[in-house]
């Protein structure tokens, strides 16, 4: 395994911003933050450092602390922008040191947030302090940083190492899962993902660099090949895809234009098989027969927002809506035999509130580790990265399939 310096400060990238309260206006924003003001956040329950000022301070913050984690801890590389998102936070502790940070036995999760590029170091210099930690999708950006970051995990296999795919413990995930291996629609005969996710161009960011894991296959596509994964228990075997870069520059901070390097649509196609670990449920029809699978993402242009998976089988079919969270089921006549009402942006909210709760159980006082079962594993972050490193490396042979079960990524 290569071994990461331990001189954090000298890594350059763009720290992530989301901002989800601004994309509800000022308004919203101050109203968000006067309701943050009227209790006090908890101090009992784990204590959480988040490494990261966008999603981390943003979402993780105020939808943590309503599961009743404590958070401890911010890290940002610039100590005065650290302390001054701490103190409007309620934060106590702010570094711009992540070895000092580690070092800081009361931390129980060290939750990291940052840009695609960063991800190995950081999540292997946790591991090797001896903290549990919570590291963003995707997990990093090839296959070849995915199994050190296992080999660190598998040096230290007590401590929780898990990838922050929130949408798994969400109501609509579980059920469709509950569906799907029940045989509620018989056997799956294809799956269709599509992510129509416009946002903003604003200007050039990590996020436009591929150098960086930009692009809208590791951040959307990670998601689609998870949730491929862990409601079919399946691998995924073959990828054929077309990235493409729509929008071709963006300005930078001096207004001059940068060359986007990341993809922004992409179109694929997938086979999925049966993972040899988990007992053949009905969801397959025939022992040597797999499942075709299509997704469409895109970040660009002007529809409106929409994430469906649908997964259509032999008697029925399971609708997972990932914009709102809800859940449709349907018999062979196209009725609704069961549904899940969505509430809202599972990523922000349910999903990562549910998560909260479960490392809180898991990692506080109860110790229940059951509660982590839904989680994404480091392994499931290599086995999605294989799948991502295999698209594409299929798109630069115009679509060609190229097999993914490991980072050789050996034609077929």
């Avoid at 933050?33 to 988040?50: F, M, Q, Y």
């Avoid at 594993?377 to 294989?386: A, N, T």
Wanted: glycine share 8%; with cysteine.
């Amino acid at each position: 395994m290569r071994t990461y310096a331990s001189d954090f400060k000298s890594r350059h990238g763009a720290i992530l911003s989301v901002g989800a309260a601004a994309c509800a206006g000022l308004a919203g924003l101050l109203l968000w933050k006067a309701c943050r003001k009227l209790k006090a956040p908890s101090t009992k329950g784990i204590k959480v450092a988040i490494i990261g000022t966008g999603w981390g301070v943003n979402v993780q913050v105020p939808q943590f602390r309503a599961a009743g984690l404590h958070i401890f801890a911010i890290f940002s590389r610039d100590q005065k922008r650290a302390s001054q998102i701490a103190a409007e936070n309620r934060i106590t502790h702010a570094f711009s040191d992540y070895s000092s940070l580690l070092s800081v036995d009361e931390v129980d999760l060290v939750s990291i947030v940052t840009p695609v590029h960063l991800h190995a170091r950081q999540t292997i210099e946790a591991i090797m302090a001896g903290r549990n930690v919570l590291v963003d999708k995707p997990l990093c950006l090839n296959g070849d940083e995915a199994e050190q970051m296992l080999e660190a995990h598998q040096q230290r296999p007590n401590q929780v190492v898990i990838v922050d795919h929130e949408l798994r413990f969400t109501p609509a995930f579980l059920r469709a899962r509950q569906h799907l291996r029940e045989g509620t629609i018989g056997a799956v005969l294809v799956v269709e993902a599509n992510v129509l996710f416009p946002v903003r161009t604003g200007k050039f960011t990590w996020w436009a660099d591929a150098s960086k894991g930009g692009g809208v296959l590791g951040a959307m596509g990670s998601h689609v090949f998870d949730a491929f994964r862990f409601l079919l228990d399946a691998e995924i075997e073959e990828v054929s895809a077309n990235l493409r870069t729509l929008v071709e520059d963006l300005p930078d901070e001096d207004g001059r234009p940068v060359k986007v390097t990341s993809d922004d649509y992409a179109c694929l196609q997938l086979k999925l098989v049966p993972r040899a670990s988990v007992q053949r449920g009905p969801a397959w029809a025939s022992e040597d027969g797999h499942i075709s699978a299509h997704a469409t993402l895109t970040t660009r242009g002007k529809a409106r927002m929409d994430n469906h998976l649908i997964f259509s089988g032999t008697k029925g079919a399971v609708i997972v809506n990932n914009s709102t969270g809800g859940l449709t089921v349907t018999n062979e006549l196209g009725k609704v035999i069961d549904s899940i009402k969505g509430t809202g942006n599972p990523f922000a909210t349910t999903g990562t509130r549910a998560l909260g709760a479960a490392l809180q159980r898991a990692l506080g006082p109860e110790k229940d580790m059951s509660a982590l079962e839904p989680a994404a594993r480091v392994e499931d972050g290599l086995y999605v990265q294989y799948a991502i490193d295999a698209a594409k490396a299929s798109s630069r042979e115009d679509g060609k399939w190229i097999r993914a079960w490991n980072n050789n990524l050996e034609d077929c």
